[in-house]
């Protein structure tokens, strides 16, 4: 089970992340001020439109590159990966840090980063990773 911690940790080691509470107050990590992962608790109308569906544990909101990564979490892993009205036409997906794994954790966060990241940022952090694992 991840916990908030390890999403800290995470987002937290990418470069020029850093973390702002949320208009909420709740955590929330950001690169140059774009929003890439953020708590996300569900409200009474995500409750209403889940029913019994609507998971009890804690939630991590993430953004994704577009709306077909999007549906390709939700359809890979529903136990992991959920949605809410609020989130339609959106490119983000709720994941549920008492399921997932540690490596799929530090996948979908870092995914999240490349998202957000200014192109030069990004790609400068991808050919430091090659170069560290090639």
Do not use: C
């Amino acid at each position: 089970m991840a916990s908030w911690d390890d999403v800290r940790r995470i987002a937290l080691a990418l470069p020029e992340a850093t973390e702002r509470a949320s208009y909420d107050g709740l955590p929330a990590w950001r690169v140059r001020d774009k929003l890439f992962v953020w708590e996300r608790p569900l409200r009474r109308a995500d409750l209403d439109a889940l029913g019994a569906a609507a998971p009890d544990g804690p939630l991590l909101g993430v953004r994704v590159a577009d709306l077909g990564v999007k549906e390709a979490l939700l359809a890979d892993d529903p136990s992991v990966y959920l949605t809410t009205p609020h989130l339609d036409g959106y490119p983000a997906v709720l994941v549920r840090l008492d399921q997932v794994s540690l490596p799929e954790l530090t996948e979908v966060i870092t995914e999240a980063w490349y998202a957000r990241a200014p192109k030069r940022l990004a790609a400068t952090h991808r050919a430091d990773k090659e170069s560290t694992n090639g």
